[in-house]
């Protein structure tokens, strides 16, 4: 059951009871509010130098089942209502164009060529993604698929264990997930690289459990509140990486992709009125 009193009331609440660790947690946050909705709990950590573990008792001490409990009841704090006199038709133009630039600023160039030389390298390229990710990975396959490069995206957790459970040292897993702390991600990424697999994360994350046992990470400016989760802002960052990969990869396979979109292209023409 959630707490009753809101998120920095349930803070001061314990205020008196908090061992050492605790206070710094307890410091920090009520100095950065606002950010910390924004933060996985691998950044708190970081940021308190307070271990992860202590951190999230630290949350259920208070009331909350863990961190991202405590992130949504806060978020909820924070919300403001929307007036009908705001110009969301420019919000949301400009929140498209500052994600994308925002985002070509992460990128490092050099990583994600790296990237494109592995899954270009690979037979056996298996995507892992789960809600809102999964458009982005659908994305991905249906992109290579059009240039000739077959991949596998499974979208359901068991599913994913099992293709984790049979990956080999010649298997690349793409895992897309905007906090990188998506469970069932994490777990079964671990499995595939306990096998030899190699880890791709696309993620907003840079400090993340999700980044801490992948070989690379291409990253994204699409941070999300626990109530904006899935927005089209943070798929939109999240299909410029995808481009960003297809494209690499179709001008390393210029002919044979130029090739395939043709026979593509002549075989579905009679699809379309």
Sequence with gaps: MAPS??????????KQRYTKSETKI????????????????TELSEQTGVAEATTLRFF?????????AFKLALAKEQTTETHASDDYVRHVHDNMIDVIQKSLHL????????????????????????????????????RLMRIGKNITVITDSHT??????????????IAISISGSTKEIIETTQIAKAKGATIIALTSYLKSPLTKHSDYVLLSNAKESPLDRGSLTAKVAQLYLIDLICTGITIKNQKQAERIKHEITENTTNKIY
Excluded: C, W
């Design 5 to 14: 009193y809101l998120p920095t009331q349930q803070l001061e609440q314990f």
């Design 107 to 142: 990128v490092d160039r050099n990583t994600l060529e790296e990237v494109i030389d592995v899954i270009d390298a690979k037979t056996d390229v298996t995507v892992f993604a789960i809600g809102a990710s999964a458009i982005a990975a659908l994305d991905l396959q249906n």
């Design 160 to 173: 994913q264990i099992m293709r984790a459970t049979s990956a080999t040292n010649a298997t690349v897993v």
């Design 60 to 68: 259920k001490k208070i009331g909350y089942q863990g961190f991202q």
């Design 26 to 41: 307890y410091q920090y946050l009520i100095t950065h509010l606002e950010q910390v909705i924004y933060q996985s709990l």
